[in-house]
Nanobody, 121 residues
Framework: QVQMVESGGGLVQPGGSLRLSCAAS????????MNWYRQAPGKQRELVAA???????NYADSVKGRFTISRDNAKNTVFLQMNSLKPEDTAVYYC???????????????WGQGTQVTVSS
């Protein structure tokens, strides 16, 4: 029904930048919030950034001023621009979208497959 495709991860030196993207496709009626989470080895998954359909954003304190979340509603895609990356940003990054498959259907969450971000010299 819904396919989620993430891209943009990789290896970057401290202070560098990466841009993640996550596209949702399929029988989607509407998308509400779009989020980015991350999970480092041995740690719980944490919310990094969120954006509503109207464009309101929220960030974890650890990434404020360095990361920017944005979305393209026409393409059902969410982005995460990551600047001034630090080694502690190393993690698998996951997107999550809350969407409806029909006007009378309840909202459900779909997750991307995850993309590895490694910050190391």
């Amino acid at each position: 029904q819904v396919q989620m495709v993430e891209s943009g991860g990789g290896l970057v030196q401290p202070g560098g930048s990466l841009r993640l993207s996550c596209a949702a496709s399929g029988s989607i009626f509407s998308i509400n919030t779009m989020n980015w989470y991350r999970q480092a080895p041995g740690k719980q998954r944490e919310l990094v950034a969120a954006i509503t359909r109207g464009g309101s954003t929220n960030y974890a304190d650890s990434v404020k001023g360095r990361f920017t979340i944005s979305r393209d509603n026409a393409k059902n895609t969410v982005f995460l621009q990551m600047n001034s990356l630090k080694p502690e940003d190393t993690a698998v990054y996951y997107c999550k979208v809350r969407l409806k498959l029909g006007t009378l259907r309840p909202e459900v969450d779909y997750w991307g497959q995850g993309t590895q971000v490694t910050v190391s010299s």
